[in-house]
């Protein structure tokens, strides 16, 4: 019995997609003669938009792999922070342009002991410690006071709700 129903749907969405690909073919012809009614422009559009997803999910993949390698490799060879400080290098003023660098590889060094510390003064942000209105004691009273007035809102409050 299985069988057979997995036949029978298999026949019908074959059945289904020879129709639809047949009143596509329709509908094409019409709009080429100006004659497509709304039902006929609804379909091309829609198949229009199914094509451009399916090239667009196509072009992601292809972008995606490569951006996933590139980040690989970047990462185990340690270019993005030769980036980071070209970067930086490269938006120096113009001063500092002018003037003949004899010691290229210390200036290199600086610019990425530069970047480092710029990405770790990012990382240092002070913490906010939430302030609670009272003292430890004023706290617990103002727990005990709302576990005695059941205002105490969790999870299992609707046991003991009244």
């Known amino acids: 019995m299985v069988m057979y129903n997995r036949r029978k749907r298999t026949a019908y969405f074959q059945e289904m997609e020879e129709l639809r690909r047949q009143k596509l073919v329709e509908a094409r012809s019409a709009l080429a003669r100006g004659q497509a009614n709304e039902d006929q422009m609804l379909l091309i559009n829609q198949e229009r938009a199914a094509e451009e997803a399916q090239r667009a999910r196509e072009e992601k993949k292809k972008e995606g792999f490569n951006t996933k390698v ?4 970047t990462r185990t060879s ?20 002018g003037q003949p660098n004899l010691t290229g590889g210390e200036q290199q060094s600086l610019g990425i002991v530069q970047a480092v510390e710029e990405k770790r003064r990012e990382g240092e942000k002070p913490v906010e410690r939430l302030q609670l209105p009272g003292g430890p004691l004023d706290q617990q009273a103002q727990d005990n006071a709302n576990f005695v007035t059941g205002s105490v809102k969790g999870w299992a409050n609707w046991i003991t709700r009244k």
């Not at 590139?70 to 490799?73: C, L, N, P, R, Y």
């Not at 340690?78 to 342009?97: F, H």
């Open 78 to 97: 340690g270019a993005s922070k030769l980036e980071e400080a070209s970067d930086q290098t490269a938006t120096a003023p113009l001063a500092q342009a």
């Open 70 to 73: 590139w980040k690989f490799v």
